[in-house]
């Protein structure tokens, strides 16, 4: 099995910045491609950044400029730095991560969430 714990949300004004960060354990071999999205409230979730093993990171227009992917494989973590912050950013926050484990069979694995809110 295995587990992804998020941290880092929380409460800022406008035009600050939150660092999330999502750590991964359990049977792992390997991760594929990693990434962030976000259900904001009355909204479909969506995905707001994603990077590939390689380090290869892409974006959301909506965040593009203000967002940067990051991860750590020898930790199995991924990061995301969130600046300049804007109220429409306010949402539930969820990691992915596309795992193969010890048997060589590869499934997606989710978060539990991490609230983040942007007052105005």
């Known amino acids: 099995q295995v587990q992804l714990v998020e941290s880092g949300g929380g409460l800022v004004q406008a035009g600050g910045s939150l660092r999330l960060s999502c750590a991964a354990s359990g049977s792992i071999f390997s991760i594929n491609a990693m990434g962030w999205y976000r259900r904001a409230p009355g909204k479909q979730r969506e995905l707001v950044a994603g990077?590939?093993?390689?380090?290869?990171?892409n974006y959301a227009d909506s965040v593009k400029g203000r967002f940067t992917i990051s991860r750590d494989n020898a930790k199995n973590t991924v990061y995301l730095q969130m600046n300049s912050l804007k109220p429409e950013d306010t949402a539930v926050y969820y990691c992915?991560?596309?795992?193969?484990?010890?048997?060589?069979?590869?499934?997606?694995?989710w978060g539990q969430g991490t609230q983040v809110t942007v007052s105005s």
């Open positions: 992915n991560a596309e795992v193969m484990n010890s048997g060589f069979f590869t499934r997606n694995y």
């Open positions: 990077i590939t093993s390689g380090g290869s990171p």
